[in-house]
């Protein structure tokens, strides 16, 4: 019997590989047992870790995004539309998919039984051919710059790279572990993890984590005689425990143990004390999951004891960054990570800084990383901007502290200095006197920004929004950001001139949409990414995370990411921002490795026609959230 | 003789064979099936046009079934040049039938699926009056009408008519191949794809 609409599939099918090496007759006889399925956006086609489906899909029309579920979040791998197919992996392995594949708009999708394609497979040379191919060289990958063909998804993209992907894939963990109560005696605690040859058991009460006791318990407070054997376990566990969310990377669970000094993590629902307990890491499964890692980095910036050693860590860093953008790991894994390595050198830094002042320090303190050292957004070597903030102290005192601080503060920022981190140009360093001060003078510092703004002080001060609090004492941290909490709300005159500072930059296109060059200088005829591209969708991420209160938030991806979240509304624009505001880090990233500077001023000419077109496509967000800023923020009364 | 059709003794087979797919317990259904269909009349009045051709395609669990397809190509009796525009295919009529056979045929292929189709109730009219002329009963399927669903997406509160056409705009469907019954049928089978997951049917 004839049927136009299956004739139109074959139709539609032949247009693109491997269908386009069949003949219409076994395209029709295909398309008459397929069918057609309608995805609404942010549907989900299939989930990574599901079973594989009995079917694979054609994007008829619409689009569909591949994305990597790790740390509790999403990564776009890949973007498929018209003609790609997606969930080949069933040929190929027979368990459960690796990525998620969820509608990015509105799609409908054509849905062929794998049962009944498989045959061609197998007669049809060039569909064979087609398969493997695609299939070795994972050439369907948005980040690889010189392949942009029309490929399989959902494959083996990763095969190759099993060792370096896997750092960054969740995981695996004891699930369901041995948990005992506050009031259990140690010794049966003892019993039962000799018996079920385990190192550690979860101490609970009302089914919530809140201490652990591990072998290391053991050793020190029962095998010492510390305690005696028929102690309860509240008095010797190790508490609180350092919760973890599911889905954490083998990366992530490494930074966590180094960070808190500790052996295991506990796996909780949401990833805090305050829910379920679902499972515990132990150090040895990190070593498990990988051999030769970044953690390494770490370990070693940990133990440095001059500027040195450290210049060896952050020079290896350079090249794992290299490595990791030529093996196209996320922009967005690989920032998280250097961040990590940064913030110990500084951490280290400043402990070494200590012990060569040869006495402790007077009054508690915070150390903060500032600017895009705060949103922890260096990828390569970038300038410095910190600043000290000391607890308050009896007036008389004042000066005694404070020249011990910036002494302090000027031995941490020349070693840094020394270890690759350029001096700040203008000065906005802890070593700087208007830049260390006390707990009170800074609250009174951030309240002139924020209460009497003018525009010379707005983008000096823009940078102190974004902190990073990487040494010290907690309470400091807190009590300065909930001043800026409370000092900031509805405070429209502050947010006009953040969001007017945010305009200012020069635009990226021409009227002709042709780039904008410098016209002039050292950099001319380059494009100016930083200072077109990158900073106005900083400064919009800025201005309105602080229009929410995200005080906390100060990465301009997760920024945008938690905004997304909050106004449904502008989700798309969000994301569109956060997605290009990646793709821009790389292509600065990139540059600054091929010309060994900071990778602000890309060479056009160098560029593929394809990378000028990913590179412009970056662009319209920006436009689209400045429209947003002046809307939003009545731009319209200043200036 | 046609009275004992109509007391139900002598009903011919087919027909027969319908009712019986409306016997079963609605609860044993687990897979609902809808027939989406479409088809081009001689003109819209559903007393004296007739209709030329249906074409219709099966959904069942959220999924255009491409082969669950049908397709018919109806003779004319009586030569009406008016209706000759509307058809935009002019059949040979060996690849015709009569619309006694394309009634059976239409029968057998939608079974007790739910009826889909855009302002479906000219459409259901022209049938159970091709159903009269053979001295049979209405249609005993349920239906849904794409239109009505579309209206309800929107908010409308009164009663309006929308075209295909426009729906499609709304939606962003593209509207491919909309000349043909068939066509038709699939283009409405997208719209309501559409439609059922925005309203959560």
């Known amino acids: ?639 | 003789m046609a009275l004992d059709w109509l007391i139900g003794t002598n009903l011919p087979q087919f027909w027969k064979n319908y009712l019986t797919h409306f016997e079963k317990d609605d609860n044993h259904e687990v897979h609902k099936r809808y027939v989406v269909f479409d088809m081009e009349t001689s003109g819209l009045n559903w007393k004296d046009d007739v209709i030329l051709s249906i074409g219709a395609i099966g959904i069942n669990d959220n999924a255009i079934e491409i082969g669950d397809f049908f397709e018919i190509f109806i003779k004319q009796e009586k030569f009406n040049s008016h209706s000759v525009a509307f058809s935009d295919v002019i059949k040979d009529d060996d690849e015709k039938f009569v619309e006694a056979e394309a009634i059976i045929q239409f029968l057998n292929f939608i079974k007790d699926a739910t009826l889909v189709s855009h302002n479906i109730n000219l459409d259901l009219e022209m049938i159970n009056q091709a159903l009269k002329r053979l001295e049979l009963g209405r249609l005993k399927n349920t239906f849904m009408d794409t239109n009505a669903l579309f209206q309800r997406w929107q908010h409308h509160v009164q009663d309006t008519q929308v075209s295909l056409d426009e729906v499609c705009d709304a939606l962003k469907i593209k509207k491919s191949d909309r000349l043909t019954a068939s066509g038709n049928a699939y283009t409405t089978a997208l719209v309501f794809l559409k439609l059922k997951s925005k309203l959560g049917i």
């Not at chain 1, 029309?61 to 973007?79: N, P, Q």
């Not at chain 1, 061609?120 to 051919?129: A, C, G, M, S």
């Not at chain 1, 953690?295 to 133990?303: E, F, I, S, V, Y």
């Not at chain 1, 320090?361 to 705060?374: C, D, E």
């Open chain 1, 1 to 639: 019997m004839k049927n136009p609409v299956a004739e139109n599939v074959a139709k539609f099918l032949k247009h693109f590989p491997p269908f386009s090496s069949m003949t219409f007759e076994e395209l029709f006889s295909i398309a008459n047992l397929s069918k057609i399925i309608y995805l609404e956006k942010n549907q989900i086609l299939f989930k990574g870790g599901e079973e594989t489906h009995e079917n694979f899909y054609v994007v008829k029309s619409g689009a569909v995004g591949l994305s990597l579920t790790s740390d509790a979040e999403e990564t776009l791998v890949d973007k498929c539309d018209e003609g790609d197919i997606l969930g080949l992996r069933p040929f190929f392995a027979k368990n459960h998919y690796l990525m998620t594949a969820k509608a990015r708009e509105d799609s409908i999708i054509c849905s062929v039984p794998i049962a009944v394609f498989e045959p061609y497979i197998t007669e049809n040379k060039e569909v064979l051919k087609f398969l493997l191919q695609s299939f070795a060289s994972h050439t369907r990958n948005p980040y690889d710059k010189e392949h942009s063909g029309k490929l399989i998804s959902e494959n083996m993209i990763f095969a190759e790279h099993t060792t370096d992907i896997q750092y960054f894939q969740p995981i695996k963990y004891t699930k369901n572990p041995v948990t005992a109560n506050l009031d259990d005696v140690v010794m049966y605690i003892a019993k039962t993890m000799s018996t079920s040859s385990i190192g550690s058991v979860i101490i609970q009460k009302d089914q919530l984590p809140i201490g652990i006791v591990t072998d290391r318990d053991l050793r020190s407070k029962i095998a010492t005689g510390l305690f005696p054997i028929t102690i309860t376990a509240d008095k010797i566990m190790t508490a609180p425990v350092i919760t973890v969310p599911e889905n954490i990377s083998v990366a992530e669970a490494q930074m966590l143990m180094l960070k808190y000094n500790v052996g295991h993590l506990c796996v909780t629902k949401d990833g805090t004390d305050k829910s379920q307990v679902t499972g515990i890491i132990s150090e040895h499964d990190v070593v498990a999951a990988q051999a030769n890692t970044p953690g390494m980095l770490l370990k070693q910036t940990r133990r440095a004891f001059d500027a040195k050693e450290l210049k060896v860590v952050r020079d290896r860093m350079t090249e794992l960054i290299q490595n990791s953008i030529d093996k196209n790991i996320p922009v967005s894994h690989i920032t998280n990570i250097v961040a990590e390595i940064n913030i110990a050198i500084t951490r280290r830094a400043i402990e070494l800084a200590i012990q060569e002042m040869g006495a402790p320090a007077p009054a508690r303190f915070v150390w903060l990383n500032i600017g895009s050292q705060g949103r922890k957004e260096q990828l390569l070597l970038t300038d410095q901007d910190n600043a000290l903030i000391f607890e308050d102290i009896d007036s008389n005192e004042y000066e005694t502290v404070k020249s011990y601080f910036l002494v302090l503060a000027d031995k941490v920022v020349r070693m840094l200095n020394n270890v690759g981190y350029e001096m700040s140009p203008d000065d906005v360093m802890a070593n700087n006197p208007k830049w260390c001060k006390s707990v009170t003078d800074w609250i009174k510092q951030y309240n002139i920004w924020i209460n009497s703004p003018e525009e010379k002080t707005v983008q000096l001060s823009t940078l102190f929004f974004d902190m990073d609090f990487l040494y010290g004492t907690p309470e400091i941290e807190q009590v300065i950001t909930d001043n800026i909490e409370k000092s900031i709300q509805q405070n429209k005159k502050f947010f006009a001139y953040l969001a007017a500072d945010a305009l200012k930059n020069p635009a990226p296109l021409g009227f002709f949409r042709q780039f904008l060059v410098e016209n002039d200088g050292e950099h001319k005829d380059t494009f100016d990414i930083k200072n077109r591209a990158l900073e106005p969708l900083g400064d919009a991420a800025r201005v309105l995370a602080l229009s929410h209160n995200l005080v906390d938030f100060t990465g301009t991806y997760q920024r945008f990411k938690k905004l997304a979240e909050l106004e449904p509304e502008n989700e798309e624009l969000y994301t569109n921002c956060a997605d290009a505001f990646n793709v821009l880090m790389r292509f600065r990233t990139e540059e600054g490795l091929i010309s060994n500077s900071d990778g602000r001023y890309l060479n056009l000419k160098e560029l593929s026609k394809s990378d000028r077109l990913k590179l412009k496509n970056c662009f319209q967000p920006i436009n689209e959230i400045h429209d947003l800023l002046k809307n939003r923020f009545s731009l319209t009364y200043i200036n």
